[in-house]
């Protein structure tokens, strides 16, 4: 699959997520079921990017580590 489809699907997939949640909200009010969309949609949006880095592109897990004063030197 070139290069601009595999693009495409992935906005197409990480894009859906929202949506559904939003129409699973509207339809069932506060509802389990409701609640349930909203979790499972955060979890897509979520762990989708990752297992797509991971596996269509085929790159490595990696952490950047916080240099320069990090996060206290943010506040600043």
């Known amino acids: 699959m070139s290069d601009k489809r595999l693009s495409l699907l992935a906005l197409m997939l990480v894009g859906l997520a929202p949506t559904a949640s939003i129409f699973a909200s509207f ?11 909203w979790l499972a949609s955060k979890a897509w949006m979520l762990g989708l990017p990752l297992w797509w880095h991971l596996r ?5 897990f990696s952490w950047s580590p916080v240099r320069q004063g990090g996060v206290g030197a943010a506040f600043l």
């Not at 009010?29 to 349930?36: N, P, Y």
């Not at 269509?56 to 490595?60: L, P, S, V």
């Open 56 to 60: 269509i592109d085929g790159q490595k």
């Open 27 to 37: 339809g069932t009010g506060d509802g389990l079921l409701g609640q349930v969309v």
